[in-house]
T-cell receptor, first 113, second 108 residues
Framework: DSGVTQTPKHLITATGQRVTLRCSPR?????VYWYQQSLDQGLQFLIH???????AKGNILERFSAQQFPDLHSELNLSSLELGDSALYFC????????????FGPGTRLTVL | KNEVEQSPQNLTAQEGEFITINCSYS?????LHWLQQHPGGGIVSLFM???GKKKHGRLIATINIQEKHSSLHITASHPRDSAVYIC??????????FGTGTRLQVFP
């Protein structure tokens, strides 16, 4: 158990809908990273938050947004969902420095029908 | 060409064999991560290294910064080692750049 929690575990929804994925980092970790793993693209970095502020953006679509709250949990919002958004979404947390071991949550499996 | 490449893509072994997975990168990195992903999908961080060698149990990871190459070794492999192993480079920014993974199957 990494200490990182993600909810929900599974999510099935329809095209055009909006969903919110939630991540709680390990106790004391200030950084939260979001990753997408799809069958054709592999693992890709989406976005990084540190202590409530956005630090870096990767291949994140404009339809996606994220935030980190004062209690350090983070949410990833996906809107106007398309079939191609079906993927595993992972969050990871780390202690704080930019270069640090990342601890991954169990992931949320999103299926868009 | 991917910025982080792994070989082989697939690997099968008999229990007890010594296994090596290779990772080459073409970008400047500050650290190299090795991750393990089990069939259920969960990802576990195995190593983060920026130089030299690290060992944890039967797992050994090495990195050669000059050659931009890292290896993950598994000694005395066991069926429970069956998983996908992923290397990822981390630069001075925060993002990880992932390799495509090596699928390892160890048979009893």
């Amino acid at each position: 158990d990494s200490g990182v929690t993600q909810t929900p575990k599974h999510l099935i929804t329809a095209t055009g809908q909006r969903v919110t994925l939630r991540c709680s980092p390990r106790s004391g970790d200030l950084s939260v990273y979001w990753y997408q793993q799809s069958l054709d693209q592999g693992l890709q970095f989406l976005i990084h938050y540190y202590n409530g502020e956005e630090r870096a953006k990767g291949n994140i679509l404009e339809r996606f947004s994220a935030q980190q709250f004062p209690d350090l949990h983070s949410e990833l919002n996906l809107s106007s969902l398309e079939l191609g958004d079906s993927a595993l979404y992972f969050c990871a947390s780390s202690g704080g420095g930019i270069i640090g071991e990342q601890f991954f949550g169990p992931g949320t499996r999103l299926t868009v029908l | 060409k991917n910025e982080v490449e792994q070989s082989p893509q697939n690997l099968t072994a008999q229990e007890g064999e010594f296994i090596t997975i290779n990772c080459s990168y073409s970008v400047g990195i500050s650290a190299l991560h090795w991750l393990q992903q089990h069939p259920g999908g969960g990802i576990v961080s195995l190593f983060m290294l920026s130089s030299g060698k690290k060992k944890h149990g039967r797992l050994i990871a090495t990195i050669n910064i000059q050659e931009k190459h890292s290896s993950l070794h598994i000694t005395a492999s066991h069926p429970r080692d069956s998983a996908v192993y992923i290397c990822a480079g981390q630069g001075n920014t925060d993002k990880l750049i992932f390799g495509t993974g090596t699928r390892l199957q160890v048979f009893p």
